[in-house]
Structure formats: structure tokens, C-alpha cells
Nanobody
């Protein structure tokens, strides 16, 4: 299975920026993405990106967050700017099979805490 190692979480003030990184143990054709879970809330998709660079974003982060990937490094990034207190959550890296693949899978990172103070 694929192991995902995350880094970059931390504590920032509202309006600040953070860059999250997640490196996979092996290269795949996976969709790579970031999810987040706030206390008492369900885990939700923040953004994801295909090998070819197609992206999806939650409406709440459009214009503020940018997802990117370096296929050579097996790494996905989430650049977060203009952070708001409501962005506070544990952020999880995810690797999943594209919808058109017959074999489906999901792998998760350990999670990294992002806290935005007001």
C-alpha cells in the first residue's frame, strides 16, 4: 500500500498563509487531494488534483487555496493564503484511484493540524 507523509501544518493568524506538503511512498496514477475535519464536523474535500493537473476545489476555499503536484517527487502541495478561523481543522492527505479505474482504493495520511487564530 501507499504511505503518505504530511508536513506544514501549524498555528497562524487570520490572513496568514501556510503550505502543506504530502509525499507518497511510491508513484501511482492516483488522484491526490486534501481533506479537512474540524471538531464535531464531518471530513470534507478541500481540493484534489489529477496526474494531468485537473483540479477541484471546495467553494469555501476557491481563490484562496491552490493545489499542485510534482509527479517526479510523488508530492502534492496545498498553498493556503488569506486563512480564516473557519479553516481551522485537521488536514488529511489522500490518494485515490480515478473513477474510471476498475480497481478502487483510498489511502490517507496521518493528518496535520492547521489552526487559524483571530
Amino acid at each position: 500500500q501507499v504511505q503518505l507523509v504530511e508536513s506544514g501544518g501549524g498555528l497562524v493568524q487570520a490572513g496568514g498563509s501556510l503550505r502543506l506538503s504530502c509525499t507518497a511512498s511510491s508513484s501511482t496514477g492516483s488522484i491526490l487531494g486534501w481533506y479537512r475535519q474540524a471538531p464535531g464536523k464531518q471530513r470534507e474535500l478541500v481540493a484534489d488534483i489529477s496526474v494531468g493537473g485537473n483540479t477541484n476545489y471546495a467553494d469555501s476555499v476557491k481563490g484562496r487555496f491552490t493545489i499542485s503536484r510534482d509527479n517526479g517527487k510523488n508530492t502534492v502541495y496545498l498553498q493556503m493564503v488569506s486563512l480564516k478561523p473557519e479553516d481551522t481543522a485537521v488536514y488529511y492527505c489522500n490518494a485515490r484511484a480515478p473513477r474510471y479505474w476498475s480497481t478502487q482504493y483510498n489511502y490517507w495520511g496521518q493528518g496535520t493540524q492547521v489552526t487559524v487564530s483571530s
